[in-house]
């Protein structure tokens, strides 16, 4: 099977608006993170090599780094949210006509779920690191093509709570209380104060464009 990111732009876009199971929301969370973060990279790749930003050309360069780390990892989570979701949608069509079907499917459905659930969870971490990327960026990054970060921090937050909803809804059919509260937990910070710093960025990058 092809991978997700391997398409063209218009056949991802294509899939996505059929009723293929997959790729889905989490899929579109995981590329719109990547296109973000690509955004805040050639900000840093513009700014890399001009004597006026000479003195934080080393940090810039870490910026970037980290950058494409995280794009890289955002690719792989777009076929990995397909691949985990593949087995959890099997998983509903289980039979459940007795008992032990009953107590097979609860049991097949708890640990595809999880699954399910820790590759949007990935995506918002990786959509939070890729925020904090953003937000510093917007203070060293070059002027030139200072937007470009705001254009990227909000495809992160928009990445960041998209991948909060997926979150959710695989939380919603798992029994393990003491696994939803922690995932709960650390969602809520995640958005918190994700949400903060890329909402402070991108009043700071408006700032900037308004003088």
């Known amino acids: ?20 199971p997959v790729p889905g929301g989490g ?8 296109i973000g973060m690509a955004l805040c990279n050639m900000v840093g790749n513009l700014t890399v090599g001009k004597k006026k930003y000479a003195d934080v ?32 949608s099997k998983a509903y069509s289980l039979p459940k006509n007795t008992p032990e079907e009953i107590k097979y499917k609860e049991e097949v459905m708890e640990k595809c779920s999880k699954e399910a659930c820790s590759v949007p969870m990935e995506i918002m971490r990786k959509a939070y690191e890729g925020i904090k990327i953003h937000r510093r960026m917007g203070e060293i990054g070059s002027m030139l093509a200072i937007s470009d ?8 937050k928009a990445a960041l709570i998209s991948a909060k ?7 919603n059919t798992i029994k393990d209380q003491n696994f939803v509260e922690s995932a709960k937990e650390e969602m809520d910070r995640l958005v918190n104060e994700g949400c903060k710093m890329a909402d402070e960025t991108l009043d700071l990058v408006i700032s900037k464009l308004s003088k």
């Open 1 to 20: 099977m092809i991978s997700m990111v391997d398409k063209s732009c218009k056949e991802f876009i294509e899939v996505l608006a059929s009723k293929a």
């Open 27 to 34: 899929g579109a969370a995981a590329l719109g993170g990547a």
């Open 57 to 88: 050309e080393p940090e810039v360069k870490d910026l970037l780094e980290r950058g494409y780390k995280i794009i890289a990892e955002l690719e792989a989570l777009v076929d990995k949210d397909a691949e985990v979701f593949e087995p959890l």
């Open 149 to 156: 970060v705001g254009c990227g921090v909000v495809f992160m």
């Open 165 to 171: 909803l997926n979150v959710i809804i695989n939380l």
